[in-house]
């Protein structure tokens, strides 16, 4: 007879393969990198010629 697992346990399993992994790091890389270059926003926008705002 088969070893009856409860369903969080399979549930957990079937969603924390490789292609989950995958995805949750590109996304966090994504956005690590562009909350990254959020403080060179007002330095590139000062030299396009825009003036400083409050």
């Given at each position: 007879?088969?070893?009856?697992?409860?369903?969080?346990?399979?549930?957990?399993?079937?969603?924390?393969?490789?292609d989950?992994?995958?995805?949750?790091?590109?996304c966090?890389?994504?956005?690590?990198?562009?909350?990254?270059?959020?403080?060179?926003?007002?330095?590139?926008?000062?030299?396009?010629?825009?003036?400083?705002?409050?």
């Amino acid at each position: 007879m088969r070893k009856e697992e409860s369903i969080p346990q399979l549930t957990l399993r079937n969603i924390l393969n490789r292609d989950f992994a995958l995805g949750f790091f590109a996304c966090f890389a994504f956005l690590a990198t562009n909350t990254a270059l959020y403080p060179t926003l007002p330095i590139y926008l000062e030299q396009l010629g825009s003036s400083p705002g409050v």
